[in-house]
């Protein structure tokens, strides 16, 4: 029987990259300095920073609201209605009882009357749903945390997103892409400050986070996400995992260390301005969602 390297009684959680058996209380106290670390290593949040949390009524993105509460700074949640049917209620639901535990703020922004629901903007834009998802989310995000005084947007991407998109742009060389893979992303160009304190921590210690949290979060995934590339890339990487303990962590680690510097260097900054519809930083005269909602318009 494993006993808790800090107390002695019975070990709840293993950790086999760290060799660490602790109890349910050790766990989160755990948990919560790592997130901590991960803060202080990247220079993310200061405490007297306004912080928006995007929830998703997952485990990862729920986990890391509470901690940031319990680490002591102020954090309210924004939860996007993606229009997904049953699936994006209980997602939101989930997020509505979880802020009923903290006095924090819930901001809901609804695609249903913001543009469309997802499942319909898929059939008038040919790009993949995540692709469309990604972009409308991102949009919605930085526009909700400027205009709300926000001025640190925070996501629940874990070391498994990480290492899956890191080994998916390394294996394509996709340059681009791999320079701007950085746990924080400054402040600039219309833009808000996003960080990502969970970087370092996998889904699963997430989910036990949550699981011995009590917190109530939504199990299932999207249903757009069936067949995406990415849960073949983390399905290989945790087979990995499973043999060599701390795998994941090793690569993204070591991406960061050692070659994300370089990387860098040669960045070249885009130019960007504001569209000229919304005012919000785009690349191009008007940007994606205002492409995207006059696509709507003249379905309709």
Wanted: glycine share 4%; proline share 4%.
């Amino acid at each position: 029987m494993r006993k808790c390297v800090k107390c002695g009684k019975k070990a709840q959680v293993y950790l086999p990259q760290y060799r660490l058996s602790l109890c349910a209380e050790h766990y989160l106290e755990w948990y919560e300095n790592r997130v901590e670390r991960t803060i202080r290593e990247f220079n993310m949040i200061k405490k007297e920073d306004r912080v928006l949390v995007a929830v998703s009524g997952g485990k990862d993105s729920l986990s890391l609201w509470q901690a940031l509460n319990k680490l002591g700074y102020s954090a309210d949640g924004l939860y996007i209605n993606l229009g997904i049917g049953e699936s994006s209620q209980k997602s939101q639901k989930a997020c509505e009882e979880f802020v009923k535990r903290w006095n924090r703020e819930l901001h809901v922004v609804d695609l249903r009357s913001e543009i469309l629901p997802i499942p319909q903007l898929k059939e008038i834009d040919p790009r993949p749903a995540c692709s469309v998802c990604g972009t409308v989310k991102r949009y919605y995000m930085n526009k909700v945390a400027r205009e709300k005084g926000y001025n640190v947007l925070a996501t629940g991407h874990n070391l498994d997103d990480e290492s899956a998109v890191l080994f998916s742009n390394t294996l394509s060389w996709n340059i681009e892409y791999l320079r701007r893979q950085y746990p924080v992303l400054p402040e600039g160009d219309g833009f808000v400050k996003k960080v990502k304190p969970l970087c370092k921590l996998s889904e699963k210690e997430n989910a036990l986070y949550a699981f011995l949290s009590g917190i109530d979060f939504v199990e299932e995934e999207c249903p757009f996400a069936e067949g995406s590339t990415s849960i073949d890339y983390k399905l290989y990487l945790s087979a990995l995992e499973e043999r060599m303990p701390g795998t994941k962590l090793r690569f993204y680690s070591e991406f960061l260390r050692k070659m994300h510097p370089i990387l860098k260097e040669s960045e070249e900054k885009p130019t960007l301005q504001k569209c000229k519809i919304c005012q919000e930083p785009s690349s191009s005269e008007i940007c994606a969602v205002c492409r995207l909602k006059e696509k709507v318009y003249i379905q309709r």
